[in-house]
């Protein structure tokens, strides 16, 4: 856990380069500077322990159902290794965030619009670790990345399981939503990547939320949750807010086949509403005005 802990250190302390601004793409007042327009952005990190418990198909119809309240919406795949985002809504990017970092493309470039009035940032498949950037790779992303607050809402679907890239995206979100299953490994892993969150991260000062997929009823899905947020909250004195559930329906893996979300391909189905109600649930919690691009960017690359 040291060697991680560390790791996570480096990655958002940048090994120092936060106090040396230096004359680079974006110094330390160039970084300020943005933060005041682009501070009612909201971040919502999306994490799972496992994969295969639905994570990006939770991010892409979260995001479709803000679009529907009229809110602007940016789906930034941050799933560095196997990047799936464009693939579910079937979408062959030319370029992703892979030529942002290697300073081939801009942010602004690489945003792609979709049918279903979202946005999207394609991952960069084949590309590990934020840490292993150069200052000068870093301060271009950072610059990049505030061409994010012209979204009202930013979905970060991140790699399942737990790395430090993973780590880094939800203690620098606004909100983390973890999705789990009523599957025992996924209630074990859930749990496994609460409570690595809960250790690894210095001051965590986010909203941690849990979603249980694939439920047959909302008695499950609430015994599910009350079972990891009362482990959480035993031995972690964690607070883990249940967001709520989405039912196990058949429209969603016969989506996923077609490449269309579902709640798409059938608005009044039991997947879709649920999702309908997670964003009330969201919108619901208490949101400060100094959260935002400004705020994500300056938690990441270690800037707060």
């Not at 030529?99 to 942010?107: C, E, L, P």
């Not at 606004?174 to 009523?182: F, M, N, R």
């Not at 807010?241 to 329906?249: A, R």
């Not at 969603?252 to 997670?278: E, G, T």
């Amino acid at each position: 856990m040291e060697d991680q802990a560390q790791a996570l250190r480096e990655m958002m302390v940048g090994r120092g380069a936060a106090e040396r601004p230096g004359p680079g793409v974006l110094g330390q007042s160039a970084i300020d500077q943005p933060a005041e327009r682009a501070k009612k952005t909201r971040i919502i990190a999306v994490a799972s322990g496992k994969g295969g418990v639905g994570k990006t198909n939770v991010s892409v119809n979260l995001a479709i159902a803000y679009a529907k309240m009229g809110k602007r919406v940016i789906v930034m795949d941050a799933d560095l290794g196997l990047a799936n985002v464009n693939v579910m809504l079937n979408m062959i990017p030319k370029y992703n965030l892979y030529h942002v970092i290697r300073k081939q493309r801009t942010m602004r470039e690489i945003i792609l619009d979709t049918e279903y009035g979202i946005q999207i940032v394609a991952g960069a498949s084949g590309f590990s670790k934020i840490a292993n950037l150069s200052e000068e790779e870093r301060q271009s992303f950072i610059s990049e990345l505030y061409t994010l607050s012209q979204a009202d809402i930013v979905i970060i679907d991140t790699a399942a399981g737990v790395s430090n890239n993973v780590l880094g995206f939800v203690a620098a979100a606004d909100d983390a939503i973890i999705v789990t299953t009523p599957e025992p490994t996924a209630i074990t892993d859930a749990y496994g990547i609460i409570k690595i969150i809960a250790t690894e991260i210095d001051n965590l000062n986010i909203g941690l939320k849990l979603v249980v997929n694939r439920v047959h009823s909302v008695t499950e899905g609430r015994r599910v949750a009350e079972r990891i947020i009362s482990i959480s909250g035993q031995f972690l004195n964690l607070k883990v807010e249940y967001l709520g559930c989405i039912y196990d329906d058949p429209i969603v893996p016969a989506s996923v086949l077609k490449q269309k979300p579902f709640i798409v391909q059938d608005p009044k189905s039991k997947a879709a509403i649920s999702v309908a109600h997670l964003v009330t649930r969201i919108e619901k919690t208490q949101f400060a005005d100094d959260k935002g691009i400004g705020r994500f960017i300056k938690k990441l690359f270690g800037k707060d």
